[in-house]
């Protein structure tokens, strides 16, 4: 079955700081997705990434996913308290398209960010 | 447009008891997904269901647990003769389609604990 990785587990970053989360894969992504998810809320979806080497921004959260489709990164520029939170990537169980959509997610990553 | 709807959004059962969480979908989405958030672990899947359908039912104990999808109405997960081990987050998701091109739209989930 599919597993993804991400590191760092936690991390601690002073406000202004940029910062990268990675998530990796053990196959080939079908399809990518980045969630935040505030303590005690639900998950925010951020954006999906499919192709190899694509890259996706909204305001300052950057994601990109390899050539081999086997990695994606979520980069924060600048951040804010506003972005704390765990972030957590997901992909599809199967191929994409098919008959069952589940999606698997790695193990999170959660971020305080010190004003 | 609402988005999904869980509620409650805090259940208190104890040992034994039957827990009924209630999802209702975004207008226009038949497919649902939930999801179970234990402490300390990921976000797991659980079960897809259209209306009136079970498709993939895989990460379901098998025991105690059932989910349904009726033609009107929400989906309920239900949990029978509760144990400490239920006590998690539980989420839904929905989606219009059985493709997931950009993404579910989460619940802000229901909080179960087993007393």
């Known amino acids: 079955s599919q597993e993804l990785e991400q590191s760092p587990q936690s991390l601690i970053v002073q406000e202004g700081k940029n910062l990268t989360i990675n998530c990796t894969s053990s196959k080939t992504l079908y399809g990518l997705y980045w969630y935040k998810q505030k303590y005690g809320e639900g998950l925010i979806f951020l954006m999906m990434l499919q192709k190899g080497g694509e890259e996706k921004s909204h305001e300052k959260i950057t994601a990109k996913l390899d050539e081999k489709k086997q990695q994606s990164s979520l980069h924060i520029t600048a951040s804010q308290p506003s972005h704390a939170g765990i972030y957590l990537c997901?992909?599809?169980?199967?191929?994409?398209?098919?008959?069952?959509?589940?999606?698997?997610f790695g193990t999170g990553t959660l971020l305080a960010v010190q004003p | 447009n609402a988005g999904v709807m869980q509620n409650p959004r805090h259940l208190v059962r104890r040992r034994g008891q039957e827990a009924r969480l209630r999802c209702s979908p975004m207008k226009g989405h038949s497919h649902v997904y939930w999801y179970r958030q234990l402490p300390e672990e990921g976000l797991k899947f659980m079960v897809y269901?259209?209306?009136?359908?079970?498709?993939?039912e895989s990460g379901m104990p098998k025991e105690r647990f059932s989910a349904e999808f009726p033609k009107e109405g929400p989906s309920i997960l239900r949990i029978q003769q509760v144990v400490r081990g239920d006590s998690a987050a539980y989420f839904c998701?929905?989606?219009?389609?059985?493709?997931?091109?950009?993404?579910?739209?989460f619940g802000s989930g229901t909080r179960l604990t087993v007393v």
């Open positions: 997901g992909a599809t169980g199967g191929h994409y398209g098919g008959a069952t959509n589940k999606l698997i």
């Open positions: 998701a929905s989606s219009p389609s059985p493709e997931i091109s950009y993404g579910y739209t």
């Open positions: 269901l259209q209306k009136e359908n079970i498709i993939d």
